[in-house]
C-alpha cells in the first residue's frame, strides 16, 4: 500500500494563547516584515499554505482590553495581498467571517486574491457566536447558534453561484478588430432566499481555481455536516492519535451522502511544536515554553473564564480559590471562544480542584496542566516519525504547525524535521503545480 504523502500549513499566531512574547527572539505581530519572514519560511519548506485567523473585535475581561490583543487585529485581506507580492507558491488562506459579512463582497474579494495570486487564495468560512463581536457591526448578535451555520450555507452557496457565474466561454476575441467581446450572460446573478435577495453581474471573471480552496473549522454535528457537505480542508482541535482518528473516521463517513469521497475532504488538526537535539532536551525546552505561556497574570486569567469573576486579588502560586464560579449569561471574558468549552462552569471546578489535590499543584501550575500543551515534542527524527504516524494511521492527513516564538519559529521544523519527512518519502522535495488546489490534491471545481 502506497504511503500517504503529508499535508504541512503553517499558522501566524498572532494574538494567540501559544505565543510567548517574554523571549527574546519575538518579534511583531502586527509590522509586515513579520508576516514576511514567516510566509518565507513557510514556502521554504514547501508547505502547502499559510492560514490568518480572525479578530473582529479586541477581547476583554474584566471591562479591560485582553492581555494578547494589545497589538491589535491587521485586516487579513490587506495581509494577504501584501503577502502574494512576496511569496509564490505557498497558498495565502483567510478566515473571513460569513455572520457580518455579505456574499457578494467576499467573493469579489476572494476571487480578486485567487488572480492575484494565480490561484493560491483559500477562504476559512466561520460563523460568529456572540453579540459582543456583533456591537462592532450593524447585524449584531441577531441570529442564534443553530441559524448561523444555516446562513454559513446560504451565504457559501451563494458565493459559489458568484464564482461560477462566469463560465470560463463567455469572453472571446475578436481578432479583426483587436478586442474581447463578452456574452451577455457574463456575470449575471439572481438569489433569492430567507437571507439574501441579490441580482446583478459579478464583477471578477472565473479565477484560476475556479473557486477559492474552502476550510472550516467547526468541531460541533452542525459543523462537521457542514464540511461534509461544502468544505475542502476542516481544521480539527484533536491532537491525540486516538481522538484523531475518531473525529477522521466520523467526518469522513459523512462525505457519501453529498457524493463525495475521502480524497475531497482533507482534515488537518493544529498542531504546536519543541524540538530539541534529544528528546529529553526538547522535553525540558517544552516545560520551560509551557511555563513562558503560562505566566501567573495569564494563570489568573485563565481561572477567570471558569470562576466568572475578577480573581486578581489571588496568588498564582497558591491554592484554588474555595468559593464556586458565578453561574450566568453576564461574563467577565468577552469575545473568548474558550467560554464556549466550559459550559459547565461548576463540573470544570470540581475537576479542576480534584486534579490540583491529587497533584497537589498550585493556580498556575494547574493552568500549565489543564490548558494546550505542544503536540509534538522530541528530537527532529522523533517529531518526523510521530507526524507520519499520525497520518498513515488515519489520525489526520496533515497539519496545520502553530510554532510559539513570532517570526521565527517555523525555522527549527523547517530546517530539521522536513528533510526527514522528505527522505521518508512522504513529503514533497518541491512544489509540483502551482495552485492551492495542485498542492492539496484537490481537482478543479465543476
Known amino acids: 500500500m502506497a504511503q500517504k504523502q503529508i499535508h504541512l500549513a503553517a499558522h501566524f499566531p498572532g494574538v494567540n494563547n501559544t505565543t510567548v512574547w517574554s523571549d527574546p527572539a519575538a518579534g511583531s505581530h502586527i509590522e509586515f516584515r513579520s508576516f514576511a519572514r514567516f510566509a518565507q519560511a513557510a514556502e521554504r519548506g514547501k508547505f502547502d499554505f499559510l492560514f490568518l485567523a480572525e479578530g473582529l473585535r479586541l477581547r476583554e475581561q474584566n471591562g479591560q482590553i485582553y492581555d494578547l490583543d494589545v497589538v491589535g487585529r491587521p485586516d487579513t485581506f490587506t495581509v494577504l495581498a501584501a503577502l502574494a507580492a512576496v511569496t509564490e507558491k505557498l497558498g495565502l488562506t483567510g478566515t473571513i467571517n460569513s455572520t457580518f459579512n455579505e456574499p457578494y463582497e467576499v467573493a469579489r474579494q476572494f476571487a480578486s486574491l485567487d488572480h492575484l495570486t494565480d490561484g493560491r487564495a483559500a477562504w476559512n468560512v466561520v460563523t460568529s457566536w456572540d453579540a459582543f463581536t456583533g456591537e462592532n457591526f450593524r447585524r449584531g448578535g441577531f441570529l442564534a447558534q443553530d441559524q448561523r451555520y444555516e446562513r454559513a450555507r446560504t451565504f457559501l452557496q451563494t458565493t459559489f453561484e458568484l464564482f461560477d457565474s462566469w463560465r470560463g466561454d463567455e469572453v472571446v476575441a475578436d481578432q479583426e478588430n483587436g478586442t474581447f467581446l463578452a456574452d451577455a450572460n457574463a456575470g449575471a446573478f439572481r438569489h433569492s432566499d430567507e437571507h439574501f435577495d441579490i441580482a446583478g453581474r459579478f464583477g471578477v471573471p472565473r479565477s484560476p481555481q475556479g473557486r477559492p480552496v474552502i476550510f472550516q473549522a467547526g468541531d460541533s454535528d452542525e459543523g462537521r455536516e457542514f464540511a461534509a457537505s461544502s468544505a475542502d480542508v476542516i481544521f480539527s482541535r484533536h491532537s491525540t492519535r486516538e481522538a484523531g482518528q475518531a473525529f477522521f473516521a466520523d467526518v469522513k463517513g459523512r462525505l457519501p451522502k453529498y457524493g463525495r469521497t475521502?480524497?475531497?475532504?482533507?482534515?488537518?488538526?493544529?498542531?504546536?511544536?519543541?524540538?530539541?537535539?534529544?528528546?529529553?532536551e526538547a522535553a525540558e525546552l517544552a516545560h520551560e515554553v509551557r511555563r513562558q505561556q503560562v505566566s501567573g497574570q495569564t494563570a489568573i486569567r485563565s481561572l477567570e473564564q471558569v470562576w466568572n469573576r475578577d480573581l486578581s486579588d489571588l496568588d498564582p502560586d497558591g491554592p484554588l480559590p474555595q468559593f464556586d464560579p458565578v453561574v450566568g449569561e453576564n461574563h467577565v471574558a468577552q469575545g473568548r471562544?474558550?467560554?464556549?468549552?466550559?459550559?459547565d462552569p461548576l463540573a470544570t471546578a470540581a475537576t479542576w480542584r480534584a486534579l490540583a489535590e491529587a497533584k497537589q499543584l498550585s493556580i498556575r501550575e494547574l493552568m500549565v496542566e489543564v490548558t494546550a500543551r505542544q503536540s509534538f515534542v522530541?528530537?527532529?527524527?522523533?517529531?518526523?516519525?510521530?507526524i507520519d504516524d499520525f497520518v498513515q494511521s488515519d489520525?489526520?492527513?496533515?497539519?496545520?504547525?502553530?510554532?510559539?516564538?513570532?517570526?521565527?519559529g517555523l525555522d527549527p521544523?523547517?530546517?530539521?524535521?522536513?528533510?526527514?519527512?522528505?527522505?521518508?518519502?512522504?513529503?514533497?522535495?518541491?512544489?509540483?503545480?502551482?495552485?492551492?488546489?495542485?498542492?492539496?490534491?484537490?481537482?478543479?471545481?465543476?
Not at 475521502?262 to 529529553?280: C, K, N, R, S
Request: glycine share 8%; no cysteine; proline share 7%.
Open 337 to 343: 471562544a474558550s467560554v464556549r468549552m466550559h459550559k
Open 395 to 408: 489520525a489526520a492527513d496533515g497539519f496545520v504547525l502553530v510554532p510559539h516564538i513570532t517570526p521565527s
Open 378 to 386: 522530541g528530537s527532529p527524527a522523533t517529531v518526523a516519525a510521530t
Open 262 to 280: 475521502a480524497e475531497q475532504l482533507l482534515i488537518m488538526p493544529a498542531a504546536t511544536f519543541v524540538i530539541g537535539d534529544t528528546d529529553a
Open 413 to 446: 521544523f523547517v530546517d530539521r524535521v522536513v528533510p526527514l519527512l522528505q527522505e521518508r518519502g512522504v513529503f514533497r522535495a518541491d512544489y509540483a503545480g502551482t495552485t492551492l488546489r495542485d498542492h492539496l490534491g484537490l481537482a478543479f471545481p465543476g
